[in-house]
Nanobody, 121 residues
Framework: QVQLVESGGGLVQAGGSLRLSCIASGSIFSINAMGWYRQAPGKQRELVAGITSGGSTNYGDSVKGRFTISTDNAKNTVYLQMNSLKPEDTAVYYC???????????????WGRGTQVTVSS
C-alpha cells in the first residue's frame, strides 16, 4: 500500500515563508513525478508546482518566482518552499505522485490528505 503524507502547513503573515514536505511510503517501485496542488474554498483544485524524476519543473503562473519545488529522490520526498506568501495563497495544499507500485506495470496517481496553509494580511 502506498501513502503520501504532507507536513509543514500552518498560519503565516503575508510576506512570510513556509516549507511543505511530502513523503511517499509503502510498496513503491518507481516514482515518475511528484507535485503540489491546492484548493481554496469554493475554487477548483489547481496545480502549484510539479517535478519529474529527471528534475524538470513546472509552476502555476500565480506562484512563479515565489515558490520552489524540489525532491530528495532517495527519500521519496518532495518539498515546496513558499516565499513572499500572499493571502490568496491560502488553501489546502495536496501532494500528488505519479508512481508505479511494486508488482504493477502501470503508473497511478496518488494523493495525500492535504495540509492547510493560511496567510493572514
Amino acid at each position: 500500500q502506498v501513502q503520501l503524507v504532507e507536513s509543514g502547513g500552518g498560519l503565516v503573515q503575508a510576506g512570510g515563508s513556509l516549507r511543505l514536505s511530502c513523503i511517499a511510503s509503502g510498496s513503491i517501485f518507481s516514482i515518475n513525478a511528484m507535485g503540489w496542488y491546492r484548493q481554496a474554498p469554493g475554487k477548483q483544485r489547481e496545480l502549484v508546482a510539479g517535478i519529474t524524476s529527471g528534475g524538470s519543473t513546472n509552476y502555476g503562473d500565480s506562484v512563479k518566482g515565489r515558490f520552489t519545488i524540489s525532491t530528495d529522490n532517495a527519500k521519496n520526498t518532495v518539498y515546496l518552499q513558499m516565499n513572499s506568501l500572499k493571502p490568496e495563497d491560502t488553501a489546502v495544499y495536496y501532494c500528488n505522485a505519479d508512481l508505479r507500485p511494486l508488482g504493477y506495470v502501470a503508473h497511478y496517481a496518488y494523493w495525500g490528505r492535504g495540509t492547510q496553509v493560511t496567510v493572514s494580511s
